[in-house]
């Protein structure tokens, strides 16, 4: 008989993080900078641990260029050809991770079977059709508060990846225990964004597409093969200009989330964590 698993699940839009006491005097003191040795290869990482998504529009080499300069990575997306990779890839090292899974039990597999980190998501990307195709998923904060536990049990990392709509969200994944956050729809739209910049009713935007949907299905496979179906849609996104700004905006929040909860480093961010059920996020006065 199928089982119904009746605890809530949560995510990010379903809570806020309590403030608490708070020494700092100023955003500036907070470092945003962590240091992990990973379990299996013993690889060292130093870095603010945001990552741009391995989707065609956004994990260029030119993100990973400006990426690089605020010590944030990108996963560089696979079409790129040998001769492109050899051009670029004398200075920029590669990291490998597993997944995606949402549990903690196929976390604790993968680490326990060589891999260092582990991708968290399935379902919640801005332009993933997975759980209306399949009706497969996992409210993502629950998803990453159950599989860091199971990853830091094991002395694991986890990447919380998919979802966040805003600096606030890329805030309660580090803070619902996420080593890294990877983040896709976010950077869509600027310049360092593969894809033309187009004129639509006066506004300029940009094309971005799941990796799984018609539009990439036919650039790199000829098409959506007979047997599957498209698990991505693809939008028009307003042009953002220079990433530059999005990352001082999503740096900036995360300084600030921290200041808010008296973390004076990303590191302490989900000990001074508590989370608060919420029916509303802010006000829709305007919106
Ligand atoms: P976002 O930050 O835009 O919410 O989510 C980005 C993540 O969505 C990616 O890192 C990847 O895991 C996921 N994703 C990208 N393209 C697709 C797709 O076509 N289908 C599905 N199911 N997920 C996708």
Redesign the pocket.
């Known amino acids: 008989m199928p089982r119904v698993d009746a605890d809530l699940k949560l995510d990010f839009k379903d809570v806020l993080l309590r403030p608490k006491r708070s020494s700092l005097k100023s955003r500036s003191e907070v470092d945003l900078t962590r240091t992990f040795t990973f379990r299996n290869s013993k690889q060292t990482y130093t870095g603010i641990p945001i990552i741009v ?3 065609d529009t ?1 994990g260029t080499f030119e993100m990973a260029v400006v990426m690089a300069k605020h010590a944030m990575f990108t ?1 560089i997306h696979k079409h790129y050809s040998l001769e492109e990779w050899k051009l670029f890839a004398a200075n920029h090292p590669e990291c490998l991770e597993a ?2 899974v949402v549990t903690g039990e196929m976390v604790e597999e993968l680490i326990l079977s060589g891999a260092d980190i582990i ?1 968290v ?11 209306i ?1 399949t009706g497969v998923g996992y409210p993502q904060l629950s998803a990453v508060i159950e599989c860091a536990d199971s990853a830091h049990g094991l002395k694991g990392h986890i990447i919380s ?5 805003c600096p606030g969200d890329v805030a309660k994944a580090f803070g619902a225990g996420a080593d890294f956050v ?7 739209g600027h310049d360092q964004c593969a894809g033309e910049i187009m004129e639509k009713n006066g506004k300029k935007v940009m094309l ?6 018609d539009t ?1 299905m036919k650039k790199y496979a000829g098409g959506v093969a007979e047997y599957r179906a ?4 693809t939008v028009e996104v307003p042009y953002r200009g220079d990433v530059e700004l999005t990352i001082l905006d999503i740096l900036g929040g995360l300084r600030s989330t921290c200041t808010y909860v008296g973390a004076a480093e990303l590191k302490e961010l989900s000990r001074r964590t508590t989370f608060i059920r919420v029916t509303q996020q802010h006000s829709q006065v305007f919106s």
Do not use: H, Q, W
């Open positions: 998504a391995n989707m956004v996963a997944g995606n991708k998501g399935i379902g919640p990307g801005s332009v993933c059709t997975t759980r195709k990846d998919g979802g966040c709509s990877m983040l896709g729809g976010m950077f869509a971005f597409y799941g990796m799984s949907s990439a498209s698990e991505g849609r």
